[in-house]
């Protein structure tokens, strides 16, 4: 079984801020992880993704996350903070082994202020 | 990367009727799909995997008469919500997977 908790559902930061989202997960075996950001009425566009391989993962615009097994950890962080950032974003997990379908967290809205 | 089409993007519909939503793996073929229900400002919640020749695998809770599901050639899955309410009325999506998950770009659904 696995399981996502994405610390705080609404995070506002000022433009130019470090911007960081806050990703644990629970998982029975080895997992995949993944961040994903989601603009209104859209589908989801894929940040970055953890698969057993750098600990530090660097993805699009800017953003990276570290998997920190001891911690259970996974968070998100961009070091400068654009006003296009403003989205929901998703912190998911999958089995690496079987069907692969994702365990998403319930979401954290960025805010950017000018 | 790799594209998945997703049809149509928003649709209306009366309570009673059914709705077919469309998903397709554009440049890639996918044995396997799967469908997403997301409800206003709440996570995506997993309602079943379609697997390409065979039938789909359905989450706890999910009503598979309700929600239909074929996935009849490796590009194409679709689900049909039958019969709808509008409780049904929500955000469905769907991804393909090739390495990774690819998403289409979701349906809002509304059932008046």
């Known amino acids: 079984a696995q399981s996502v908790t994405q610390l705080g559902s609404h995070v506002s930061v000022s433009e130019g801020a470090l911007v960081l989202l806050r990703c644990n997960y629970s998982?029975?075996?080895?997992?995949?992880l993944f961040w994903y950001v989601q603009y209104p009425n859209q589908g989801l566009q894929l940040l970055l993704k953890?698969?057993?391989?750098?600990?530090l993962v660097k993805g699009i615009n800017g953003f990276e996350a570290e998997f920190k097994k001891s911690e259970t950890s996974f968070h998100l962080t961009k070091p400068s903070a654009h006003m296009s950032d403003a989205a929901e974003y998703f912190c998911?997990?999958?089995?690496?082994?079987?069907?692969?379908?994702?365990?998403f967290g319930s979401g954290t809205r960025l805010q950017v202020q000018p | 990367g790799a594209v998945v089409s997703q049809h149509p993007s928003r649709v209306i519909c009366k309570s009673g009727t059914s709705v077919k939503i469309e998903c397709r793996s554009l440049?890639?073929?996918?044995?396997?799909m799967f469908w997403y229900r997301q409800f206003p400002k709440q996570s995506l919640m997993l309602m079943a995997t379609?697997?390409?020749?065979?039938?789909?695998?359905?989450e706890q809770g999910v009503e598979k008469d309700k929600f239909l599901i074929n996935h009849a050639s490796l590009t194409l899955s679709t689900l049909t919500v039958t019969s709808a309410h509008p409780e049904d009325s929500s955000f469905y999506i769907c991804?393909?997977?090739?390495?990774?998950?690819?998403f289409g770009q979701g349906t809002r659904l509304t059932v008046v």
């Open positions: 440049d890639f073929q996918a044995t396997t």
């Open positions: 998911a997990v999958s089995e690496n082994t079987g069907r692969r379908a994702l365990t």
């Open positions: 379609s697997n390409e020749g065979s039938k789909a695998t359905y």
């Open positions: 953890y698969t057993s391989a750098a600990t």
């Open positions: 998982s029975s075996v080895p997992p995949y």
């Open positions: 991804s393909a997977l090739q390495g990774e998950a690819f």
